[in-house]
């Protein structure tokens, strides 16, 4: 008789984090979280064998360039730009285990400002009011997505931001 596999998904952590990294982009924290678990469960017991063998992995990945937490962090940074503020992208690439020369480096390559990224999301969404309860929701909906107070202010009260250099009108 023939020996079976084990249930699940066999593999080297080699393996597995190719496998990982055809359907999505990871980060090297995230994808070594994801092989450590699956080592661990697959073991039974977490060892320090298995950390051997997934940063190995992970390094060789790395020198094929397969994986690479500048490219990770570059397409998020470009997919999110334009429904995000500065803030929430830099904590959600923290989120993601990059580090802070990765993070600056990504956020430098976006192509507008942040004040021109405001301003486009809030045309999207809203029109100016008056009003300030509605007002104050419009300041919420941009501080949520990571926008800071003065960017904020500028956009729905209106009031010119001196580095942009225009007159200040809203949308």
Do not use: Y
Not at 61 to 78: F, K, M, P
Not at 91 to 118: F, H, M, Y
């Amino acid at each position: 008789m023939a020996a079976s596999k084990p249930p699940g998904k066999p593999g080297t952590p080699l393996q597995q984090a190719v496998r990982l990294l055809a359907r999505r982009d990871l980060s090297r924290a995230e994808l070594a979280a994801r092989l450590e678990a699956a080592t661990a469960s697959a073991a039974g017991a977490d060892t320090g064998a298995d950390t051997g063998t997934v940063d190995a992995a992970l390094d060789h990945l790395g020198g094929l360039g397969l994986q690479s937490d500048t490219r990770v962090a570059e397409n998020h940074v470009r997919s999110r730009q334009g429904r995000s503020g500065r803030r929430r992208l830099e904590a959600e690439l923290r989120q993601r285990g990059l580090d802070g020369a990765t993070i600056d480096a990504a956020l430098a390559t976006v192509s507008t400002s942040e004040l021109q990224r405001a301003r486009a999301l809030w045309a999207r969404r809203f029109e100016l009011t008056r009003d300030p309860r509605e007002r104050a929701r419009q300041m919420r909906f941009l501080a949520a997505r990571g926008f800071d107070g003065a960017t904020i202010r500028a956009v729905v009260g209106g009031d010119p931001d001196p580095s942009d250099g225009d007159d200040g009108c809203v949308a």
